[in-house]
């Protein structure tokens, strides 16, 4: 069965830096875009970035462009969430998910890691 396991959440002063990594397995991943998805408390899911198959194309949110890089391993079935510069507006609990981006629901998502942003 599909599954996608998350790691590298955590606490972090604000100018901080966290990498998150999602572990894929159960499907072809080099076969499917992957995304970044966020839930602060409170709020609505926000859509984070996504990743082609190959890497070639890459999206952001207006809101981390500049400071997130996502990036993908093939061979590693993972799928990565560098996170530079956080201020604590990017507390969230966050996802990685199978898919581009979409406005309905994504078919397979991780459990998610927490991360929080405090001084």
């Known amino acids: 069965q599909v599954q996608l396991v998350e790691s590298g959440g955590g606490l972090v002063q604000p100018g901080g830096s966290l990498r998150l990594s999602c572990a894929a397995s159960?499907?072809?991943?080099?076969?499917?875009?992957m995304s970044w998805v966020r839930q602060a408390p409170g709020k609505g899911p926000e859509w984070v970035s996504d990743i082609s198959t190959n890497s070639g194309r890459i999206r952001y949110a207006d809101s981390v462009k500049g400071r997130f890089t996502i990036s993908r391993d093939n061979a590693k079935n993972t799928l990565y969430l560098q996170m530079n510069s956080l201020p604590p507006e990017d507390t969230a609990r966050y996802y990685c998910?199978?898919?581009?981006?979409?406005?309905?629901?994504?078919?397979?998502r991780s459990q998610g890691t927490q991360v929080t942003v405090s001084s």
């Open positions: 998910a199978r898919g581009a981006k979409t406005t309905g629901v994504y078919e397979y």
């Open positions: 159960g499907f072809t991943f080099s076969t499917y875009y």
